[in-house]
Every structure is written in C-alpha cells, then in structure tokens.
C-alpha cells in the first residue's frame, strides 16, 4: 500500500506565498511522474503542474510564472511553491504519482492524496 500525504495549505493574503509538501511512503520501489491537481468548489479537478523523475516540469497557463515544482527522488517528496497567489488559486490541492511497488513491479499505479485547502482572500 502506498500513502501521500500532503501539507503546507493554509489561508493566504492575495500576492502572498505558500509552500506545498507531499510526502510518499509506503511499499514503494519507484515513484514516476509527480504532479499537483486543483479543485475548486463546483469545478473538476485540474492538473496544475507535473514533473517526471528527470525531465522538464509542465504547468497549466493559469501558474506559469507563479508555480513551481520541485521534488526529492531520494525522499519519494514532490513541492509546489505557490508565489503571488491571487483570489482564483484557492482551491483543494491534490498530490499524485505514478507508483511502482515491489508487490507489483511491472505495473505503475497511480495514488491520490487526501489534499489540502489552499484560501487566498484578504
């Protein structure tokens, strides 16, 4: 079984800054892609940047020059740094990854976390 499990949400001034964290544990062998999804109230979840194991990271427009995303191979930990937030980022953050475990090693599962409420409102 595989666990993310997020932190880092919070209420937030517009133009203001948060950081997220997502931590993977578990019967892990690989984590492959990692990635940050948004939901808000009344709208479908979207993807709001992605990042593999080693490549270039991919963001939705709306974060481009705002967001990024980083992560730590060796701790199975993805991040999003979240810089002049505005009113229309607040929203439930979601971590997931692609996963391989040592039960299932020739198969990539895909994990959710459990998400974090990020407010931004003066």
């Known amino acids: 079984q595989v666990q993310l499990v997020e932190s880092g949400g919070g209420l937030v001034q517009p133009g203001g800054s948060l950081r997220l964290s997502c931590a993977a544990s578990?019967?892990?062998?690989?984590?492959?892609?990692m990635a940050w999804y948004q939901q808000a109230p009344g709208k479908q979840r979207e993807l709001v940047a992605a990042?593999?194991?080693?490549?270039?990271?991919n963001y939705a427009d709306s974060v481009k020059g705002r967001f990024t995303i980083s992560r730590d191979n060796a701790k199975n930990m993805v991040y999003l740094q979240m810089n002049s937030l505005k009113p229309e980022d607040t929203a439930v953050y979601y971590c997931?990854?692609?996963?391989?475990?040592?039960?299932?090693?020739?198969?990539?599962?895909?994990?959710w976390g459990q998400g974090t409420q990020v407010t931004v409102s003066a």
């Open positions: 990042l593999p194991t080693s490549g270039t990271p």
């Open positions: 578990g019967n892990i062998l690989t984590v492959n892609n």
């Open positions: 997931h990854a692609l996963v391989r475990t040592r039960k299932a090693f020739n198969t990539v599962t895909p994990y």
